[in-house]
């Protein structure tokens, strides 16, 4: 469990490149590529696994796209990223399906589910809201919207054991600040995620301020956790 939480953390700190532009995204896998990359990942190769996740990546920003603004994008692509791993990580090549096609549904089922969860923060849920359209452009309200079925990554990781190293190299490595940035932003120790904007508002800084902040974290974490692989 723990290693999903670094996983997503480094993927993160990859999709922030693109994102910037400091990096340009990778062309998606041909069908040949990826069912070689699949058939590695099933046989326990990481880094094949690793490809499968970057050379994807193209798709969170795609789907965020669809239902961010300036003041949330981050925030529906750091979320994105979540729906991703989970989709490589379930993904079954028995099923006859396209890979992009069932990242795609999981990537949008996880940013709606947060938007939803926001929605209800604000008391303004309606079952019959209309929140966008599905894969096959097919309109969904939030009634369409089920639960995957899987704890959320933050409340398992807090739940094992294993957590302990992780809130040692946050002890250890990130500030006061930075670590109440962190936990809140990623729904540690059982916390609810965060939005940048609610994090600023509680810190009286700007949005932009706990965006650098939170970024840098993330390369510090993920340095620490790859020195420890």
């Not at 896998?29 to 990359?37: P, V």
């Not at 940013?111 to 969904?140: A, P």
Request: proline residues 2%; aromatic residues 6%.
């Amino acid at each position: 469990m723990l290693n999903m939480i670094f996983e997503w953390l480094r993927t993160v700190v990859l999709m922030a490149g693109y994102v910037s532009g400091s990096a340009s995204f990778p062309q998606p896998l041909s069908s040949e590529e990826e069912a070689e990359y699949l058939k590695r990942f099933s046989e326990g190769d990481e880094r094949a696994k690793n490809i499968l996740i970057e050379r994807n990546l193209r798709l969170v920003a795609h789907i965020a796209k669809k239902y961010s603004d300036e003041r949330n994008a981050e925030d529906l692509i750091s979320i994105g990223t979540i729906g991703l791993i989970k989709a490589i990580n379930t993904f079954q090549v028995s099923k006859k399906k396209k890979l992009s096609s069932y990242a795609a549904r999981c990537i949008e089922n996880e940013v709606l589910m947060y938007l939803r969860s926001l929605r209800r923060e604000k008391r303004e849920v309606y079952m019959d809201d209309g929140i966008g359209t599905d894969t096959d452009g097919n309109s969904l309200t939030l009634a369409d919207i089920l639960p995957s079925g899987e704890p959320d990554i933050a409340d398992r990781v807090s739940d094992s054991i294993e957590s302990k190293r992780l809130y040692a190299a946050l002890s250890r490595h990130l500030d006061a600040s930075e670590q109440y940035i962190i936990t809140h932003r990623y729904g540690l120790g059982g916390r609810p995620r965060r939005t940048q904007q609610q994090i600023a508002d509680s810190l009286g800084i700007s949005r932009s301020y706990v965006s650098r902040i939170e970024k840098r974290c993330i390369e510090k974490l993920s340095r620490v956790f790859g020195a420890e692989k």
